[in-house]
Each structure stands twice: as C-alpha cells, then as structure tokens.
T-cell receptor, first 112, second 115 residues
Framework: GENVEQHPSTLSVQEGDSAVIKCTYSDSASNYFPWYKQELGKGPQLIIDIRSNVGEKKDQRIAVTLNKTAKHFSLHITETQPEDSAVYFCAASNQAGTALIFGKGTTLSVSS | SQTIHQWPATLVQPVGSPLSLECTVEGTSNPNLYWYRQAAGRGLQLLFYSVGIGQISSEVPQNLSASRPQDRQFILSSKKLLLSDSGFYLC??????????????FGEGSRLTVL
C-alpha cells in the first residue's frame, strides 16, 4: 500500500523567513496530494492541495510543488508569521482514491 | 452546511475495559467515513474507512473494530483496551466520489488515555 515519508519532523524559523517541508510517496497510482494544518487540540484542516496533472499551485503565501517522476512533493510557506506555528501533514491518496495516507507531521515554530 | 460531531472529547479508561467512540455527520448524504489515530511520533494513522452502510475496510490489524449502522454514523469500538490504544482519535468524512475529489473534513477529536 501507499507509504508517505515527511521531513523534517521539526522546523524552527524566524518570522519573515521561508519554511519548506518535503514529502515522498511510494505508490505511483496516487493522484491527489493535500496538505493539512493542525493547531493544538484540534482536528487537521486543509490548507492547499495539488493533483497529479499539475506541477505547482500557489495560494498567497503558501505554495505546493509536485514531481511525479521522483514521487515527491513540497510545501513552501513564505514570509512566515507566528500564527503559522502548527503541525503540518502531507498526504497522498491511496490507489482506489478512497482514503488518504498521511505523513508523520512537521512541527513548525515561527518565532518573532 | 456540513458538520461533523465526535464524542466523547476526552476519555480515561482502565486496561481491559471496553471502548465506544461515536461520530456523526450532518448536512450531507452517502459520505465516506474514516477513523484515524494520532499517537506521539506516528502522525495520522488510518484505522478504518467506510464507503457505505455496513462496508468497513480495515487498514491496521489491532484490537479495535468499526461499525457503520447508519449512513452518517461511524462508531469505533474495542472489547478490551490495551495501554497502546492511548491516543488522539479523529473521525473524518469526504464526498462519496472519493477523497481525490475534495478535502477530508475532520472532527475535533477524542483523546483516549488508557491506564
């Protein structure tokens, strides 16, 4: 089945810097790659997603890139702010498109 | 609009006791339903998913089970809890056509501590 690896597990940046989180997946049949943000004590919420027919997608300070040949995708956050501090999860759809397989998460800390 | 409810929010149970976590979705029909567990250092682990009433797919062998007695109700159960069952359990739903047609919507989670 699908396996998703996520790095780094923790990331600390200064306010205004950029943050990059990287993920790899194993199943070449995966075609949907979302990113979720989880604040303390809450359920994860979708922040951006990308499908296999697109190489890059941007939404204000957040961007995601996908390399299907290499089976990896990345989240880029520019001009980080303290409110960006949270746990971020990448995910990939399973072959049937019926479930999401998540990475282990990255704890991002943005200090002012 | 659609909403997802999950309860109880917190639960402390002794080893060997039974478990029942309940999740309901409002404002949609025929959703895909999911149970995930979040344990320290292990991220979000998919436990069960269901594409319809009575249809349950298990992703990880364990002493937990899931049931879907109604279209918008998903229940996670155990007959005898283990210490390793402690964690943060998240219910989620997505449109019937599959997760790749839209986002996965999570509940607020149930924190289970087994002592």
């Amino acid at each position: 089945g699908e396996n998703v690896e996520q790095h780094p597990s923790t990331l600390s940046v200064q306010e205004g810097d950029s943050a990059v989180i990287k993920c790899t997946y194993s199943d070449s049949a995966s075609n949907y790659f979302p990113w979720y943000k989880q604040e303390l004590g809450k359920g994860p919420q979708l922040i951006i997603d990308i499908r296999s027919n697109v190489g890059e997608k941007k939404d204000q300070r957040i961007a995601v890139t996908l390399n299907k040949t290499a089976k990896h995708f990345s989240l880029h956050i520019t001009e980080t702010q303290p409110e960006d501090s949270a746990v971020y999860f990448c995910a990939a759809s399973n072959q049937a498109g019926t479930a999401l397989i998540f990475g282990k998460g990255t704890t991002l800390s943005v200090s002012s | 609009s659609q909403t997802i409810h999950q309860w109880p929010a917190t639960l402390v149970q002794p080893v060997g006791s039974p478990l029942s976590l309940e999740c309901t979705v409002e404002g949609t029909s025929n959703p895909n339903l999911y149970w995930y567990r979040q344990a320290a250092g292990r991220g979000l682990q998919l436990l069960f998913y269901s594409v319809g009433i009575g249809q349950i797919s298990s992703e990880v062998p364990q002493n937990l089970s899931a049931s879907r007695p109604q279209d918008r109700q998903f229940i996670l159960s155990s007959k005898k809890l283990l210490l390793s069952d402690s964690g943060f359990y998240l219910c989620a739903w997505s449109p019937l056509a599959g997760v790749d047609t839209g986002e996965l919507f999570f509940g607020e989670g149930s924190r289970l501590t087994v002592l």
